[in-house]
C-alpha cells in the first residue's frame, strides 16, 4: 500500500535553533499534505493543510511564522520549527493526501524535544 | 466544534482476553467514523470506519457500531493478540476523509 515517509524520528534541539522535518510520499502523488501536532495527553491537532505549488492554510491559533510549510512537490512537504522554544517539544506527524480515494496516509512521526 | 473523546490508556490485557476501547464524538451533522491504529514505529493506519449511523466497520477481528443515538463508536474485539498491541486513535471527518478530527489515543498492551 502507499507509504509515507517523515524524518526524522526524534530530534532534540536547543532553544532557538531552527528544526526541519521532512515528509514524503514514496509511491503515489501526494496533492495535499496536513501537519498535526500532539501534546501528551491531548488529540492530535490540526495545524495545517499545504497543497502543492501553493502556500499553506494554518489553522486557528497556529503562527505561520513560526511553523514554515513548504510543499515545492508532489511527494515532500517539510515543516520548519523556527526558532524553537521548550513550549515547541511535541509529537508531529504528517499525513498525504493522493492515490486511489484519496485516502489519508501517515508518515510515522518525529518527536521534538527543544532544551 | 467537532471532538473526539476516548478512554485514557495504557490498557494491559491478557492475549485471547476481550477488548473494548471506548469512544464518544461531537459533531454537527452527519460524520464519518474511523479508528486509526499506530504499530510501534511506524504511521497511523486506517483499521476501520462506518459512514452512517447504524453502520458496523469491521477489519482484522476488530468491530465498531456507529451509534447515533449515544454518539457513540466503541471498538471492540473478542480475542486480543500480541500483535494487537498499539496505539489506537478514534476520529471523525465532517468532509470526506481528509480534515480529520482525533481522539487522544489509547495505549494497548497485550501480554502473552
Known amino acids: 500500500g502507499a507509504v509515507v515517509s517523515q524524518h526524522p524520528s526524534r530530534v532534540i534541539c536547543k532553544s532557538g535553533t531552527s528544526v526541519k522535518i521532512e515528509c514524503r510520499s514514496l509511491d503515489f502523488q501526494a496533492t495535499t499534505m496536513f501537519w498535526y501536532r500532539q501534546f501528551p495527553k491531548q488529540s492530535l491537532m490540526l495545524m495545517a493543510t499545504s497543497n502543492e505549488g501553493s502556500k499553506a492554510t494554518y489553522e486557528q ?8 510549510i513548504n510543499h515545492a512537490s508532489l511527494t515532500l512537504s517539510t515543516l520548519t520549527v523556527t526558532s524553537a522554544h521548550p513550549e515547541d517539544s511535541s509529537f508531529y506527524i504528517c499525513s498525504a493526501s493522493g492515490g486511489t480515494n484519496e485516502k489519508l496516509f501517515f508518515g510515522s512521526g518525529t518527536q521534538l524535544s527543544v532544551l | 466544534g467537532n471532538s473526539v473523546t476516548q478512554m485514557e490508556g495504557p490498557v494491559t490485557l491478557s492475549e485471547e482476553a476481550f477488548l473494548t476501547i471506548n469512544c464518544t464524538y461531537t459533531a454537527t451533522g452527519y460524520p464519518s467514523l474511523f479508528w486509526y491504529v499506530q504499530y510501534p514505529g511506524e504511521g497511523l493506519q486506517l483499521l476501520l470506519k462506518a459512514t452512517k449511523a447504524d453502520d ?25 493478540q500480541v500483535s494487537d498491541s498499539a496505539v489506537y486513535f478514534c476520529a471523525l471527518s465532517s468532509g470526506g476523509y481528509q480534515k480529520v478530527t482525533f481522539g487522544t489515543g489509547t495505549k494497548l498492551q497485550v501480554i502473552p
Open chain 2, 56 to 80: 458496523k466497520g469491521s477489519n482484522k477481528g476488530f468491530e465498531a457500531t456507529y451509534r447515533k443515538e449515544t454518539t457513540s463508536f466503541h471498538l471492540e474485539k473478542g480475542s486480543v
Open chain 1, 61 to 68: 491559533g497556529v503562527e505561520k511564522d513560526k511553523f514554515l
